[in-house]
């Protein structure tokens, strides 16, 4: 049975920082590409960031290009999201999901539950 645990959301004022962390389990984690979307209310969930398996290839989307940092420890089966410098609009539920490619869209097998983060003007 495959479970992604996202981890470390909360509440920052804008400009602080937070790091997110998603454990996986059940599935061969080097095994996957992992990204991290997010979905504001009423808003489509759209992807943050990802990591090739191998970390060798990154993508970020523009709104947090520089702010945000994707990375993984593949002995450990875990991806992070170091985010710096945080806005209001940050403010979303954030998943990780897992896919044997990396995409850009939603396209991906399996997910996480989800961890809010809310930033405070």
């Known amino acids: 049975q495959v479970q992604l645990v996202e981890s470390g959301g909360g509440l920052v004022q804008a400009g602080g920082s937070l790091r997110l962390s998603c454990a996986a389990s059940?599935?061969?984690?080097?095994?996957?590409?992992m990204g991290w979307f997010r979905q504001a209310p009423a808003k489509e969930r759209e992807l943050v960031a990802a990591?090739?398996?191998?970390?060798?290839?990154?993508y970020y989307a523009d709104s947090v290009k520089g702010r945000f940092t994707i990375s993984r420890d593949n002995a450990k089966n875990t991806v992070y999201l170091q985010m710096n410098s945080l806005e209001p609009a940050d403010t979303a539920v954030y998943y990780c999901?897992?896919?044997?490619?990396?995409?850009?869209?939603?396209?991906?097998?399996?997910w996480g539950q989800g961890t809010q983060v809310t930033v405070s003007s």
């Open positions: 990591i090739s398996r191998s970390a060798i290839s990154t």
């Open positions: 059940g599935l061969a984690f080097s095994s996957y590409a």
């Open positions: 999901a897992a896919n044997f490619e990396m995409r850009q869209t939603p396209a991906y097998r399996y």
